[in-house]
């Protein structure tokens, strides 16, 4: 199996507060890989760091066996955590621009299509900041996945989203899943964790508390639900 991320004794401190202690694991080609652990146990910087806005402690974190840069020959599309569109621009000229900044050959057919299919054909020239939250999420949805990148990171892309909208959001990734591309999947749903991935890791104290196929780690906690283990593992918070 050809990997396409490689995180290796990857160590993390924040003015002297370690975050990841020492992290191991790798995203296989043409996998959905679930980046999982509670609230602050280090997904968003893992990704961070992989993507070269951080430098790590220590460690090594590698996009098709280099450190991710500009000049990397693996396209890779991220959703981050934080959301962000131009306010006063409209929903098609921002998605034109960026696919005109993608080299997409036709930006405007293939944004008026994507945002007929996630039920935002009545708002192509709506102001982005007269969207609401989850409208503005598909937006930069589109955004990350217009150029059909080979590496898809989405850090909590159906945060916020109603059902059916969380549903359609699956739907699209099982689509790009099916096409080879490969995806990182940062989510809270364990549902989703359970329809989409191939294999995850569990992020707990700054390492991997479980890593595998989803159904080696449910073996490995007596095959009880991601949802009961995920308490299981995080759930003595203290009040
Ligand atoms: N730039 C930074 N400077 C200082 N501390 C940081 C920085 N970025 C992250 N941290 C700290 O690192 C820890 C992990 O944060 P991170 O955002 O990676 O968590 P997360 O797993 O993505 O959580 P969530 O599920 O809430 O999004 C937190 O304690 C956070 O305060
Ligand atoms: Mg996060």
Redesign the pocket.
Known sequence: MKKIVEVKNFKMS??GKT?IKDLDFEVNKGEIFGLL?S???????TIRTLLNLYEPTGGELLVDGKRFDANSDVTVGYLP?ERGLYKKETVIDTMVYFGNLKGLKNPYEWSKKYLSRVGLADKLNEKTEKLSTGQQQKVQLGICIMNNPELLILD?PTKGFDPVNRKLLMNIIDELHQKGTTIILIT?YMDEVERLCDRAVL?KDGVAHAYGTISEIKKKFGNKSLDEIFVEVYGGIDE
Do not use: A, R
Not at 39 to 45: A, E, Q
């Open positions: 924040f003015n975050v652990g609230n602050g146990s280090g997904k968003t910087t955590e909590e809270h992020l």
